[in-house]
C-alpha cells in the first residue's frame, strides 16, 4: 500500500452553543490515496458535508476543529494559518459545492473568475492564464468555450454553471478534490453528464477524490470505497462492492434496501423507520439503537467502535467477534 | 438601454407634473401676489389691471399651462423680495449648494464605505464597537446642533476654522467656487461635516449589513474554497456585491443632502439655495419657494435615473439582450 494521499485522524468538529457545546464530527478516521474516489454517504445532518469543510478547513465559526489531525501528503494543514492554508486550497485541495446558482459570483465573467484562480496559484501571465482558462472549459465540455468565456453565470444554464464550477475547483491541478453534492441541485438528466464528467477529469488528471453524496447510485457507479456516516461518526467503510452488495452494519443495510431495485416491481419501498437524533440527544451506546431492528443490550450501554467484519469495517457490535 | 432610458423619462413626466401643480398651488393660496405687488392701498382700478397684466383672470388650468410653458423655459417670474428674475437668483446660489453636496457626499462615502467595510469585517473589534457607537449618535444627534457644536469647538474655541460663510470665491463664468481658495476650502470643512454626518453613518450601516450578509453566500465561501487571498476576497468579490444598494441609498442621499442643506446652509449661513429658501418663506416669496420646489423634484427625478443607469455598470444581471440563455 502507498502512502495516502490525506490522512485524517480522529477528527473532532464542535460547536459551542448556548446551550452547552454540540460535537459535530466524533473521532472520524479516513484515509484517501492518489487517484482514489472515496464516496461518502449518509443522511442530511450525518456530518458528511462537514467532514469535506473541516479537510479544506472551512467550517463556519464558531465550528471548530476540536480535536485530531488532518494530514495532505504527510503533512498537517488543519493547523496552518489562514495564508499558507489558501495556498492549500485551490492548488492541493479543490472544491465542489452543491448548488452551482450561488456558488459563482454573479457579478464577474466565468473567464475573470478562472484566471483570478490560475494566476492566484500558477505562474502564469494573464494571457496564458487566459487561454488556460479557455482550455478547462473545454474540458468541461462549455461548446464555444472561446466566446463563452466572457460571458456571466447567469448567461449558463445550470448543468453548465456546474460544468464551470468543476473547471475552477480542477483548473489549479489540486491533488484532492471535495465534490459535496455535486448533483443534488441539477436536474437529473443533467446528473449523469456532469458525474461522468467529474469521473473522467479525475481519472485523466490522476487525482483523488472525496465525493459527498446521498445518492447510492452516483456512489456505486463512482467510488472506489465507500464511507457511510452516521450523526457525526464513520460507521462502516469498505469497498464500495462490498458496501452495496454486502453491507454489515444494519444502517447501511437499511440505507441499501431503500434504493428500489430495477429487476423487479416493488409496492413499497423499505424506509428506515424514525429519523437521526438530533446532536443534542444522542442515545447512550450506539446511536442508531433507537432505529436498528437488530438492537440488543449491549448496544445501548456500550459504544461500539469501528470492527472489522469481514470485508468492510463497521461500527456493530454484531461483528464483535470479527 | 436606450427603451429603458425613454421609460424612465416618460415616468418622471408625471412626477414633476405633480410637483409643479403644487408649486403652482402655492401661488394662489399663499399669499395674494397682486397686493403683495401693489401694497395694501392700491385702487380696484389698478388691481384690475394688474390682475388682467399677469393673466389671473384667465381659467385655472390656462394659467397652469402657461406656469409649465414658462418653467420649461427656466422662466420662474420675478422674486417679489428682489424683484429680480428667479432663475437668475437661483443659478446665483446653485454653485454654493452643490459645492457643499458634493463635498458632504464625498465625505459620507469615502469614510463611510470603509467603516462599513471595516466593521463588517471585524464585527467584534473594539473599533467597530466604537464606529458604531459613533454612527448612534450621528443618527440621533440633529443636523443643526451638529452644526453648533461643530462650530463651539472648532470655531469659537480652537479658532481654527470660520463659523459662517463661503469664504472668498473665485468666479469662473456663471459658476462660484470656493475649491479655489484657502479661505473657501477652509469654510467648507464645518458645513459639509455636519451636512454629510448623518448620510456617511447611514451609508457605514448600510455597507456594513450588506457585507455581513454577502460573506455568508456560498459564492464568497467557494471563493475561499479556490484559495483567492482575502483582500481579492473582501474588496473584489464581497465589496462589489454590496455596491447595488448601497449605490441606491447613496444616490437619493444625494438628492437628500442638496435638498435638504437647508438646515446647515441656516446655521453656517451658507450663500446657498436653501439659505435663499429659508429666506423666501420668512417673505412669502413665492415664485422662489416655486421654483426651489420643482428644482428640488428635478434633482430628484435626474439622480434616480442616473442611479438606475449605474446599476447595469455594476450588474450585468440587468443588462438585457446580451448572450445566449
Same mark, same amino acid.
Given at each position: 500500500m502507498t502512502a495516502p494521499l490525506l490522512e485524517v485522524r480522529n477528527l473532532r468538529v464542535e460547536f459551542p452553543t448556548r446551550r452547552g457545546t454540540l460535537t459535530a464530527l466524533h473521532d472520524v478516521s479516513l484515509t484517501i490515496q492518489p487517484g482514489e474516489v472515496l464516496g461518502m454517504v449518509g443522511?442530511?445532518? *450525518?456530518g458528511k458535508s462537514m467532514t469535506g469543510a473541516a479537510i479544506i478547513g472551512l467550517?463556519?465559526?464558531?465550528?471548530?476543529?476540536?480535536g485530531g489531525q488532518v494530514l495532505l501528503g504527510g503533512r498537517?494543514? $488543519?493547523?496552518?494559518?489562514y495564508d499558507q492554508m489558501r495556498h492549500v486550497r485551490g492548488r492541493q485541495i479543490g472544491a465542489i459545492f452543491q448548488d452551482p446558482l450561488t456558488t459563482l459570483? =454573479?457579478?464577474?465573467t466565468v473567464g475573470r473568475q478562472l484566471v483570478e484562480t490560475i494566476t492566484t496559484h500558477l505562474p502564469l501571465n494573464p494571457a496564458q492564464a487566459r487561454a488556460r482558462a479557455i482550455e478547462w472549459l473545454e474540458l468541461v465540455g462549455i461548446p464555444a468555450a472561446s466566446q463563452r468565456?466572457?460571458?456571466?453565470? @447567469?448567461?449558463?444554464s445550470g448543468g453548465m454553471r456546474q460544468r464551470v464550477v468543476i473547471a475552477l475547483a480542477l483548473c489549479a491541478e489540486p491533488r484532492l478534490i471535495i465534490a459535496?453534492?455535486?448533483?443534488? *441541485?441539477?436536474d437529473v438528466s443533467i446528473q449523469a453528464q456532469v458525474i461522468a464528467l467529474l469521473k473522467r477529469l479525475a481519472r485523466e488528471k490522476g487525482t483523488a477524490m472525496l465525493l459527498v453524496t446521498h445518492d447510492m447510485g452516483v456512489i456505486a457507479e463512482t467510488a472506489d470505497r465507500v464511507a457511510v456516516m452516521y450523526a457525526g461518526r464513520i460507521i462502516e467503510i469498505g469497498p464500495v462492492r462490498q458496501i452495496v452488495k @454486502?453491507?454489515?452494519h444494519p444502517y447501511t443495510e437499511g440505507l441499501m434496501a431503500s434504493i428500489p431495485p430495477l429487476d423487479r416491481r416493488v409496492e413499497r419501498l423499505a424506509a428506515i423507520e424514525g429519523s437521526m437524533p438530533r446532536l443534542s440527544a444522542i442515545p447512550p451506546g450506539c446511536a442508531y439503537n433507537p432505529r436498528?431492528?437488530?438492537?440488543?443490550?449491549r448496544c445501548l450501554t456500550e459504544r461500539p467502535e469501528l470492527? $472489522? *467484519?469481514?470485508t468492510t469495517q463497521a461500527a456493530c457490535w454484531l461483528h464483535a467477534d470479527g | 438601454m436606450f427603451a429603458f432610458v425613454i421609460s424612465r423619462l416618460l415616468q418622471a413626466i408625471p412626477v414633476m407634473l405633480t410637483v409643479s401643480f403644487i408649486s403652482f398651488a402655492m401661488f394662489t393660496y399663499v399669499g395674494d401676489p397682486v397686493s403683495i405687488m401693489l401694497?395694501?392701498?392700491?385702487t380696484e382700478a389698478e388691481r384690475a389691471a394688474l390682475v388682467a397684466q399677469l393673466g389671473l383672470d384667465q381659467p385655472f388650468f390656462v394659467q397652469f399651462l402657461k406656469f409649465i410653458g414658462q418653467a420649461v423655459q427656466g422662466q420662474f417670474g420675478?422674486?417679489?423680495?428682489?424683484?429680480?428674475?428667479v432663475a437668475e437668483l437661483i443659478a446665483e446660489r446653485a454653485p454654493a449648494t452643490l459645492e457643499l453636496a458634493l463635498c458632504a457626499a464625498f465625505i459620507a462615502m469615502a469614510v463611510g464605505v470603509p467603516m462599513g467595510v471595516y466593521t463588517g469585517l471585524y464585527r467584534n473589534s473594539i473599533l467597530s464597537r466604537f464606529f458604531l457607537t459613533f454612527s448612534l449618535i450621528g443618527v440621533s444627534l440633529p443636523t443643526f446642533l451638529i452644526g453648533i457644536l461643530l462650530i463651539l469647538a472648532f *470655531?469659537?474655541?480652537?479658532?481654527?476654522? =470660520?463659523?459662517f460663510g463661503r469664504g472668498d470665491v473665485v468666479q469662473i463664468g456663471w459658476w462660484s467656487t470656493g475649491f479655489l481658495t484657502v479661505s473657501g476650502l477652509k469654510a467648507m470643512i464645518l458645513p459639509a461635516i455636519t451636512l454629510g454626518l448623518f448620510q456617511l453613518t447611514l451609508i457605514m450601516r448600510l455597507v456594513r449589513a450588506e457585507m455581513m450578509e454577502v460573506l455568508r453566500t456560498d459564492y464568497i465561501k467557494f471563493a475561499r474554497a479556490r484559495g483567492l487571498s482575502n483582500r481579492a476576497i473582501n474588496f473584489g468579490h464581497a465589496l462589489k456585491n454590496t455596491l447595488v444598494p448601497v449605490i441606491t441609498i447613496a444616490g437619493l442621499q444625494l438628492g437628500a443632502i442638496i435638498a435638504f442643506a437647508i438646515v446647515t446652509e441656516t446655521v453656517f449661513q451658507w450663500p446657498g439655495m436653501g439659505l435663499l429658501f429659508i429666506q423666501s418663506v420668512g417673505s412669502a416669496d413665492v415664485p422662489v419657494m416655486a421654483a426651489y420646489l420643482m428644482l428640488i423634484a428635478l434633482v430628484f427625478v435626474t439622480i434616480n435615473l442616473i442611479v438606475d443607469l449605474l446599476y447595469y455598470a455594476v450588474d450585468p444581471r440587468l443588462r438585457i439582450g446580451k448572450g445566449a440563455h
Open positions: 443522511e442530511s445532518g *450525518a467550517i463556519e465559526p464558531p465550528g471548530r476543529i476540536a498537517r494543514i $488543519d493547523n496552518l494559518p459570483n =454573479p457579478l464577474y468565456i466572457d460571458s456571466y453565470p @447567469h448567461e449558463f459535496d453534492e455535486p448533483t443534488t *441541485a441539477l @454486502h453491507p454489515r436498528c431492528p437488530k438492537v440488543f443490550g470492527l $472489522d *467484519a469481514g | 401694497g395694501q392701498d392700491a420675478l422674486s417679489y423680495r428682489l424683484s429680480r428674475p *470655531a469659537v474655541g480652537l479658532g481654527w476654522l =470660520p463659523s
